[in-house]
């Protein structure tokens, strides 16, 4: 789920959420954002005990991205605001900012 914050110069505060019940115990966000890196964007269990990262990204673009769970397994946000097909076959989440 992507919950977008307000416009601060040309900033946006985005929060990415995926739900608990996805079973795994460590999932990271990976996109053209942070160059796919599998590492540098955890997500942690909120109060709610769902996964969740909040990150500044620059306004009016469009980015791909995708979970990574226990480092194996690709998951798409189930409430991205599209889908585009990416190299391999399948797709990737869209943001739209």
Request: hydrophobic content about 35%; glycine content about 10%; overall charge negative.
């Amino acid at each position: 789920m992507l919950k977008k914050g307000p416009i601060t110069g040309n900033k946006l505060e985005v929060s990415f959420e995926l739900p608990g019940e996805v079973s795994g115990t460590a999932v990271n966000l990976c996109g053209d954002f942070n160059e796919w890196s599998a590492t540098s964007l955890p997500l942690s269990r909120n109060a709610e005990g769902n996964f969740e990262v909040t990150v500044l990204l620059e306004a009016g673009c469009r980015y791909q991205y995708r979970y990574l769970i226990d480092g194996a397994r690709w998951e798409n946000d189930w409430m991205a605001d599209d889908y585009v097909a990416n190299e391999f076959g399948g797709e990737d989440s869209l943001l739209v900012t």
